[in-house]
């Protein structure tokens, strides 16, 4: 919320939209599980996200569902996924980083 906002609509040159967000809705589950976890800088009209997942030791249940509140809010209507799923792409990701 401080830096996508409440309304999900994010901050422009900041911060940006999940509201409609391609990524968001899309069905790229390890990617979103990346951003999550070890933050996003792909683009350089925005600011940097910080390793979130990483800095808050969040578990696969808390990052599914901040993953399904974001694909079922402000409007966004995507199919949610599962803790089994998420699980599977941390220890993967754990696996085959030393992260
Ligand atoms: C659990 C909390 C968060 C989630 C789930 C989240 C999720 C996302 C997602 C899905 C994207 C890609 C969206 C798109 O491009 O369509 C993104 C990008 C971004 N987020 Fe977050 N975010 C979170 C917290 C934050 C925080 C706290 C900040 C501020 C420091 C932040 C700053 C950014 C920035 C600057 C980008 C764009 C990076 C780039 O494209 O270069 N996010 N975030």
Redesign the pocket.
């Known amino acids: 919320m401080?830096?996508?906002q409440a309304n999900g609509e994010g901050l422009k040159g900041?911060?940006?939209p999940?509201k409609g967000?391609?990524?968001?809705l899309g069905d790229d589950l390890e990617l979103?599980v990346n951003?999550?976890m070890f933050g996003?800088?792909?683009?350089p009209e925005?600011?940097?996200?910080?390793a979130?997942g990483l800095d808050n030791n969040l578990t696969p249940e808390e990052v599914t569902a901040?993953i399904n509140h974001?694909k079922t809010s402000w409007g966004n209507n995507a199919k949610t996924v599962s803790p089994e799923e998420v699980k599977k792409i941390m220890d993967f990701i754990k696996l085959t980083s030393n992260k």
């Open positions: 401080s830096c996508h900041a911060f940006p999940l967000s391609p990524i968001v979103l951003i999550i996003y800088d792909a683009r925005y600011a940097v996200m910080n979130v901040i974001e």
